[in-house]
């Protein structure tokens, strides 16, 4: 079964950062993308970051450009997202979710399979 762990979120200042790994499991194709998504309480959810595992190609939502990054690291099949320069309206639940190929996208609908949520919480 596809598989995909979401932690690291937690209570951060304002300014601070945190970095969330995205552990994937259970599927071997060869080409996929994984991404980040958040909904914070009584908002859509909407697309941060997502990677693909081929050309290592990125994707940034507009608000995060310059203060988050992505990378992968492909032999533990994990997707990390470095979260600096935090601000309260960071404050959400983050999900990680993959799709089965290397077009980078920000959209949730593309994506095939979702883990569960990490909190990322920033004090003002």
């Known amino acids: 079964d596809v598989q995909l762990q979401a932690s690291g979120g937690g209570l951060v200042q304002a300014g601070g950062s945190l970095r969330l790994s995205c552990a994937a499991s259970?599927?071997?194709?060869?080409?996929?993308?994984i991404g980040w998504f958040r909904q914070a309480p009584g908002k859509e959810r909407e697309g941060v970051s997502c990677i693909s595992n081929s050309d290592d190609s990125t994707w940034y939502v507009d608000s995060v450009k310059g203060r988050f990054t992505i990378s992968s690291d492909n032999a533990r099949n994990t997707v990390y997202l470095q979260m600096n320069s935090l601000k309260p309206e960071d404050t959400a639940v983050y999900y990680c979710?993959?799709?089965?190929?290397?077009?980078?996208?920000?959209?949730?609908?593309?994506?095939?399979?979702w883990g569960q949520g990490t909190l990322v919480t920033v004090s003002s």
């Open positions: 259970g599927f071997t194709f060869d080409d996929y993308t």
């Open positions: 979710a993959v799709k089965f190929d290397a077009v980078v996208a920000g959209a949730g609908l593309w994506y095939d399979y």
